[in-house]
């Protein structure tokens, strides 16, 4: 949260850091456009001035029908070397305009050309376009820049949250078995416990060496799978079978609506498969809250389909995506109810993957979630 909020901050400061910046070259242009149109006013002086010292001087022609007069003063010019001199001496920034005030008698009057003008306008224009595209394009690649560190910082957050969480349900996970063994090992020992009921204590014992077995399984395949370790060892399997085996173990559970068309057949891995089918249904029964589940397998087209339903809380929508990530839980280890590591999800879809499968979460309508497996 701490984080967020200083990321926020400094989206803040850099934002206002801009505007400040795009706003400071703005008015920087608008007061180099009044300088520049101040340094053609005051060049409009200069002008006049060498304009009477060549008629003074004679350099600007003669002429003996029109009096002309500049700023009062009489001028023995011809009207088109005065324009010529005024246009190439002062690269056609000025022009010299003649106006009829009586007969015979003209005013000379020197003015800025409206097209000198007219390209100041156009210049500070086209600079203030370049710095608010390249201000834009700044504050693009920072708030690029920005967002890849948050979504770094983001991302590392959660997945130190979910191992976090992993290292809780792993250390709940051990336990409970462990505190089951010891306690049924301690009590078979007491001499007043007869022979059957020893056996039984004993037998819970080894079911629960097998809880850890699996338990042990998960992790080590999921660890081997990511890190593209894992030895696939392909074969021709009947699937239809194993489903069938698969749920009669998970039988004991709770009930199990089976519709699982015979002769159904994949080349693949038989020990890794037999985990896939595992953690789905036992996934299902997680969060039944006790309800059946119903397993469908099988063919429409060329494609050999797997289904698990449940009828408990369901997902929600925003998880559903997340929840086939390593280590991800729906729910807090804090106030989880249900036992997992959040490697099961993840091992299925590696799986499926691998073997040019999809796998698809959904709503059960009314109630509950369906995974839908599909193999080519």
Known sequence: MRVKVLIILVIVYILAAFAWLTFSLLSYSNTDYALKTDVLQAGLSACTLQVMQQAKNGDLGETDTVEHYLKQLLLNVEETQLQRFVQERFNNMYRAEFIDVAPKKRVVQLRINPESLEQLKTDQNRQQKIWLYQSVLLLILVAAGIYGVYYSVDSIYKLNKRQNNFLLSVTHEFKTPIASIRLMLQTSRHPKINNDKRAELVEN????????????????????????????????????????????????KGEINAQIEPGISIIGDGFIWRMVVNNLIENAFKYSNNQPIDVELFRKGGVKILKVKDRGIGIRKEDMKKIFNKFYRVQDEETRTTKGTGLGLFIVKQTVQKQNGKIHVSANKPKGTIFTLKLP
Not at 234 to 239: A, F, K
């Open 205 to 252: 014992s080894i079911q629960n060496t097998y809880r850890l077995e699996d338990l042990a399984e998960n992790m080590l395949t999921a660890m081997q799978i990511e890190n593209e370790e894992y030895s696939y060892q392909l074969s021709d399997m009947d699937l239809s079978q194993m489903v069938t085996d698969v749920i009669s173990n998970q039988g004991i």
